[in-house]
Nanobody, 122 residues
Framework: VQLQASGGGLVQAGGSLRLSCTAS????????MGWFRQAPGKEREVVAT????????YYADSVKGRFTISRDNAKNTVYLQMNSLKPEDTAVYYC????????????????WGQGTLVTVSS
């Protein structure tokens, strides 16, 4: 199983980025997907999650209204559209896959991508 995340980079505050995560080696449509992030010196936290069908989503309060998670089961890919970025969004972003119905706890995820760095300058 491999989760390949991409799309990170350096952006000014107020800008946008779109992260992608393509999965291989698993039946993608049977997994809930999540984006997590970890800033230097901080614990990993959930950013957004999406259920298998794509119909149910969850957002952390800190990103609600600015970020949008979506998935394309035909392409085995989950996306995170990030708008109105703030310096506090700077972190390594990870995508992850889980067979569990609870999607907000990192410990319940089966597979993790390698992470992609997002840096937001002020």
């Amino acid at each position: 199983v491999q989760l390949q995340a991409s799309g990170g980079g350096l952006v000014q505050a107020g800008g946008s980025l779109r992260l992608s995560c393509t999965a291989s080696g698993l039946t993608f449509r049977t997994y809930g997907m999540g984006w997590f992030r970890q800033a230097p010196g901080k614990e990993r936290e959930v950013v957004a999650t999406v259920r298998r069908s794509g119909s149910g989503t969850y957002y952390a309060d800190s990103v609600k209204g600015r970020f949008t998670i979506s998935r394309d089961n035909a392409k085995n890919t989950v996306y995170l559209q990030m708008n109105s970025l703030k310096p506090e969004d700077t972190a390594v972003y990870y995508c992850a896959a889980t067979t569990n119905v609870v999607l907000t706890f990192a410990s319940l995820y089966n597979y993790w991508g390698q992470g992609t760095l997002v840096t937001v300058s002020s």
